[in-house]
Antibody
């Protein structure tokens, strides 16, 4: 069964960093990569960035460009999202998302394999 | 960055009625638009991709249309399990691949 399993909830203080992990079973990062999406409480979905396991090619949303690093450890089939200089408005559920159904056309693929999400709470 | 606008913000319907949700892009996304459904406490689920194709296992009452900048998700005869938030999502131009703010379909 193809699935993504994420690390547990985190509580951080403003200015700290958080590293969320996403371990894959039956999913190969080198094929479609991993997208990270976050959702603040009661709010919509926000696309943060994408990483491909092949040469760790990345694309980040400009909003996060200076604070985020996405990485992949192919030896453990685990992707990571590291967010620095946390603020209270970074409080959100962070999802890793892959391409499970192969819905691909044109320039890429639609993500449809969602991890369960990791709640990151930032508060002093 | 392409901005997606969804309307209405909230749609109040009775089971059996038709739901029509709109998504407008600030510039053309061709047909590279998807619709996701999200229920409380759950991750989103892909319903429609490439504007009009249903994902595997999605009931036929869900249909999508449009291209360029204007898109529609229609739910024919809304079922009780369809009450949720619906997001449109473009992957024509990145980064970022943006999401719309969502439309909540609620029970009237």
């Amino acid at each position: 069964q193809v699935q993504l399993v994420q690390s547990g909830a985190e509580m951080k203080k403003p200015g700290a960093s958080v590293k969320v992990s996403c371990k894959a079973s039956g999913y190969y990062f080198t094929t479609y990569g991993i997208t990270w999406v976050r959702q603040a409480p009661g709010q919509g979905l926000e696309w943060m960035g994408w990483i491909n396991g092949y040469r760790e090619n990345t694309k980040y949303a400009q909003k996060f460009q200076d604070r985020v690093t996405m990485s992949i450890d192919t030896s453990t089939s685990t992707a990571y999202m590291d967010l620095r200089s946390l603020r209270s408005d970074d409080t959100a559920v962070y999802y890793c998302v892959g391409v499970g159904g192969g819905y691909c056309s044109g320039p890429g693929c639609y993500v449809d394999l969602w991890g369960p999400g990791t709640l990151v709470s930032v508060s002093s | 960055e392409i901005v997606l606008t969804q309307s209405p913000a909230t749609l109040s319907l009775s089971p059996g009625e038709r739901a029509t949700l709109s998504c407008r892009a600030s510039q053309s996304v061709s047909s590279y638009l998807a619709w996701y459904q999200q229920k409380p406490g759950q991750a989103p689920r892909l319903l429609i991709y490439d504007a009009s194709n249903r994902a595997t296992g999605i009931p036929a009452r869900f249909s999508g249309s449009g291209s360029g900048t204007d898109f529609t998700l229609t739910i024919n005869s809304v079922e009780p399990e369809d009450f949720a938030v619906y997001y449109c999502h473009q992957r024509n131009n990145w980064p970022p691949f943006t999401f719309g703010p969502g439309t909540k379909v609620e029970i009237k």
